[in-house]
């Protein structure tokens, strides 16, 4: 233990002492087995009480086998580290640019090719022409806000489209048998 720890030990058996003194008899049982060595008030004030053996330090637990979504998030470490490169080095400026740029423009060119598609004779207050209307304003105001609204709708999508497959029954359910 450090001084500082050994100084709040030291205080917090005086504490306890204090209280002893003053406790029913009930109490004081209690407090006499937290206390390693009854002493007075006083000793354990002054700091007299003699340090206890240093704890041991408890052994690591072997490792315990991953969970499936433990066994996931390592999968999806390692598929997303680009290859010959160390997990902790940073990427290089010229990667992340390029990335950037090129997440930027793919995000540009969905909207283009989404208010390409959308309706032609749309009401003023069709929902699908105002959430074109959103998205064209929105990549001339600000691209980069685009891009990354771009990227959490294609993550919902995905999301979506997952629990939809995983809520379709695999096959007809067992009838239940009837009593004659």
């Known amino acids: 233990m450090s001084h500082d720890a050994d100084a709040v030990h030291a205080h917090y058996l005086a504490a306890l002492a204090r209280r002893l003194e003053a406790a029913p008899e009930a109490v004081q049982r209690l407090?006499?087995?937290?206390?390693?060595?009854?002493?007075?008030?006083?000793?354990?004030?002054?700091?007299?009480?003699?340090?206890?053996?240093?704890?041991?330090?408890?052994?690591?637990?072997?490792?315990?086998?991953?969970?499936?979504l433990g066994r996931l998030h390592q999968h999806i470490a390692t598929a997303t580290q680009a290859p010959g490169t160390a997990a902790g080095r940073p990427e290089l400026r010229s990667a992340q640019a390029f990335r950037e740029t090129w997440s930027r423009l793919c995000a540009e060119d969905e909207v283009v090719q989404a208010v390409q598609r959308g309706p032609e004779n749309a009401g003023p207050l069709n929902s699908h022409m105002l959430v074109l209307r959103t998205l064209g304003l929105l990549r001339e105001i600000s691209p980069d806000y685009l891009r990354r609204f771009m990227a959490h709708a294609d993550t919902l999508l995905w999301l979506e489209q997952a629990s939809a497959q995983l809520k379709q029954p695999a096959g007809k359910p067992k009838a239940a048998r009837q009593k004659k």
């Not at 004030?45 to 991953?66: F, N, Y």
């Open 31 to 68: 407090l006499r087995a937290k206390l390693p060595v009854v002493a007075p008030a006083e000793e354990l004030a002054q700091d007299t009480v003699a340090p206890a053996a240093p704890p041991r330090r408890p052994r690591a637990p072997p490792p315990k086998p991953l969970t499936p």
